[in-house]
């Protein structure tokens, strides 16, 4: 007991500050991002009608205008999308799509009032390494856009920034802050701001298969 308690309060510890040793969620490493946006198949549903007190259940919807709807059902629930509210915009606009198209190197920095403020100058110093090396380098934020603004400029972030829905970026990355990459929409790599790699391992985790 005294062993499982110490491995309880460790592990606890560990994912606190680290990445999840297992990662079951839909933005983990790996991931087709836009690819879980979209159903698995074609959605099926049934049609729950009635007429003069009848109720029957259609598999298309009915084109004899008597039927009354009252109800509709999935019946293939397994091919729902399984990412239904990930998305990014500024004030210039969406940027959902555009976060799909090539190298997209991204530090989730969701909440600015409790986050490992010792990451802050690796951040600096890695996204001016990876812009010059060509990369399209962002923050992520869920903060609001005049307190971002303040906290940009007294950390001297001069990082372009889009915001997301506060619990999509608490599910992409736990630690804040947590640097997260896309290539093409598919996710190449995470980690936490508390153990942020090298420049050549990032450069390897986008070129590998």
């Known amino acids: 007991m ?3 308690t110490i491995g309880a309060i460790l592990l606890g510890i560990y994912t606190n500050y680290m990445q999840p040793l297992f990662d079951f969620r839909a933005y983990k490493v790996g991931k087709d991002i836009p690819a879980q946006m979209q159903p698995s198949e074609p959605l099926k549903f049934s049609y729950i009608m009635t007429k003069n007190g009848e109720e029957k259940t259609f598999d298309k919807y009915p084109t004899d205008t008597t039927w009354a709807f009252k109800e509709m059902k999935i019946l293939n629930e397994e ?3 399984k990412i239904t509210d990930y998305a990014l915009w500024n004030a210039q606009g969406d940027f959902t799509q555009e976060s799909f198209k090539g190298e997209k190197v991204f530090f989730i920095i969701q909440n600015i009032n ?3 403020e010792g990451a802050i100058p690796e951040i600096k110093s890695m996204a001016d390494s990876l812009s010059k090396k060509g990369k399209s380098v962002a923050l992520l934020t ?3 856009e005049a307190d971002f603004e303040a906290f940009r400029k007294n950390n001297s972030l ?3 920034y889009y915001f997301g829905d506060e619990k999509v970026l608490k599910t992409i990355g736990r630690v804040n802050p947590t640097l997260w ?3 093409n929409g598919i996710v190449k790599g995470k980690w936490s701001g508390y153990a942020l790699p090298s420049i050549g391992t990032i450069e390897n985790a986008f070129d590998a298969k």
């Open 2 to 4: 005294l062993f499982t």
């Open 79 to 81: 091919a729902k999308p």
């Open 114 to 116: 409790h986050y490992y």
């Open 142 to 144: 869920s903060a609001g």
């Open 158 to 160: 001069d990082i372009p």
């Open 181 to 183: 990459i896309l290539k």
